[in-house]
């Protein structure tokens, strides 16, 4: 088997966490076709535990210890050398050696990299054959806080939204592919990036659909009688937390003031301050960390994502879907799912029509959306079938990504 050096700025398990899912299954999939050389960073201690598993799919690894509050500290000399934060956050010469060292005794031909802050560290080894996992544009994600933060935020967001879009559009005119995780994704960086339109494409993410069945029993964790409205998702992140303050200040109130019985459930790991305090309000549980998810998704009354900023595609409605779970979500929480509202999950925008909606689902539960999801989820969201376009391009050095 041929070599090749995976570039990855969170350790690629587990599978179950955010943007971890993507990696873990990328991962895996390139370990059936290569002696994998894995350079990561580790931000959370709870990782460490996970390395063997993953070491077990690796040729050989090195794992690098990230400390988020240092290295945010770190990054902010980035504000007077013009460059962006994000690389400065993601900059180790411990790593950066290592992975020099693997290249020349290894002599690496091919390289992949998850996430543009690794690709720093591809920038030397311009004869590989090299490939971009952007996931998302980040550079687009800075762009959207910046808008709805105040300054100094705003200041700060802004810098690093136009540092790193002009570092995105650098790597993705020196690298042979630069792959997005949807089609309107890959379409947005086309309008940032027209030098390297046709070298851009995209790949959908996809769902263990054996791991997320509707199929498997779970004991239910919430109060009995409990009409549970659940949000999951990592609840350090911002939209995750704008999302849930935006849904408990505005949209459950009226709910329960029509179904005394509803409750929003907060599952998510690290949950901030600031969604700690929803607690307070009437009807919100927060959970923290849970061992596992899916009881709390498969035995909710519904399941929403009320996304007023995305990226990419949303995991937590595709897990939803699949377990055969009706989802109300917002446009953003739309973007790059393949699902028709209405048929296979709920679309609803304002705090009125996510009111509206969530009261008519709870009036009248529709168990055929539920079941048209699962089904549309098996048909476009397996993950070997949408993970192969990577290795050809990764053999075939096709310019195009399209």
């Known amino acids: 088997m041929d070599n090749l050096l995976l570039l990855v700025h969170r350790i690629p398990y587990p599978p179950n966490k955010g943007d971890k899912i993507r990696s873990y299954h990328l991962l895996k999939h390139l370990a059936q ?69 693997t290249v020349a005794q290894q002599q690496i031909d091919r390289v992949l990299v998850f ?46 939204a136009r540092q790193l879009l002009a570092y995105e559009r650098k790597v993705a005119a020196s690298t042979d592919a630069s792959l997005f ?3 309107p994704e890959a379409d947005l960086f ?12 995209h790949f959908n ?25 659940a949000f999951t998702g990592a609840m350090d992140y911002w939209p995750n937390i704008d999302a849930v303050t935006w849904f408990a200040e505005h949209v459950l109130p009226a709910v329960r003031a029509r179904h005394p019985a509803a409750v929003f459930v ?3 790991a690290r949950p901030a301050p600031e969604v700690q305090a929803l607690a307070a309000l009437p009807g919100v549980i927060v959970t923290g960390t849970v ?15 009320p996304l ?7 995991n937590k409605v595709l897990e939803a879907m699949s377990m055969a779970r009706t989802v109300v979500l917002s446009p953003q929480a739309l973007e790059g799912i393949d699902a028709v509202p209405g048929e296979e999950l709920l679309l609803a925008d304002e705090a009125p029509q996510t009111i509206a909606a969530i009261g008519a689902a709870l009036d009248a539960p529709r168990a055929a959306i539920g079941a048209a999801a699962r089904a549309k989820v098996e048909h476009l969201y397996g993950w070997a079938s949408n993970l192969a376009p990577v290795v050809n391009l990764l053999e075939t050095g096709v310019r195009s990504a399209a």
Request: charged share 25%.
């Open 266 to 268: 907060i599952v998510g």
């Open 308 to 314: 007023r900023i995305a990226r990419g595609i949303q």
């Open 115 to 160: 996430s543009s802050a690794m690709a720093q560290y591809a920038e030397p080894y311009r004869a590989a054959r090299r490939v971009v996992d952007f996931v998302d544009v980040d550079s687009d994600k800075w762009r959207q806080y910046a808008e709805k933060k105040r300054w100094p935020m705003s200041a700060l967001y802004a810098h690093e």
């Open 190 to 201: 086309r309008k940032l990036a027209p030098e390297s339109a046709a070298r851009i494409g």
């Open 291 to 305: 061992p596992d998810v899916r009881p709390y998704v498969a035995h909710a009354a519904l399941c929403v994502a």
């Open 33 to 101: 076709h290569y002696r994998v050389h894995l350079a990561t960073f580790v931000d959370d201690d709870d990782d460490w535990q996970h390395l063997p598993t993953v070491q077990a799919l690796c040729a050989s690894a090195h794992f690098a210890r990230l400390n988020p509050k240092l290295a945010r500290v770190r990054s902010l000399g980035a504000l007077f050398a013009n460059r962006s934060l994000s690389l400065d956050y993601y900059r180790d010469a411990e790593l950066k050696d290592w992975v020099a060292q």
């Open 181 to 183: 995780v949807s089609a």
């Open 205 to 229: 993410n996809g769902v263990d659909t054996v791991y997320f069945s509707p199929e498997r029993t779970y004991d239910n964790p919430y109060p009995a009688g409990a009409l549970a409205l």
